[in-house]
């Protein structure tokens, strides 16, 4: 696995004027609460403004997402959604995995604001520790490279 970091180079370092949502999972707290604490570190660091929505588990990430991008003016620039579904034996990971990456992919596709996949699907919580351990800077830097490209293309 790559343990190098993400190198993202933005186009700024004050983004205070952008607002971004955090919406991540109960489920599996012990994996996603260090991912949100980093990401909201680095988004701190960059001035962003932030607010952090939790939900049961990964199958509701994008009920949420859904209800706001619904609102005729979205509240958020961005969506980062967080969670961790790992492989069990039973098919209910394939199924939730799929129907979760579809369902974003989907939300993306409609275009108000960027939505960016954190949903870690991983063989072990010992995988999804690893992944974990640098996922929430690279969430927040992609989430600010995005916007960079959106409102500064």
Known sequence: ????????????????????????????????????????????????????????GAFEIPYIVGKYLNYQRPYFDAIITMGAIIKGETPHFDIISQSISDSISEANMRGKIPVIF????TNSVDQAKERASSKGRELALSTLSVLDIVFDG
Request: glycine share 2%; proline share 5%; charged share 30%.
């Open 1 to 56: 696995m790559n343990k190098e970091p993400l190198e993202i180079n933005l186009f700024r370092e004050d983004y205070s004027e952008k607002k971004i949502v955090i919406i991540n999972t109960h489920w599996n707290a012990e994996i996603i609460q260090p991912m949100v604490e980093d990401c909201l570190e680095t988004l701190k660091e960059f001035k962003a403004k932030t607010h952090v929505l939790s939900v049961p």
């Open 118 to 121: 954190g949903v870690l699907t």
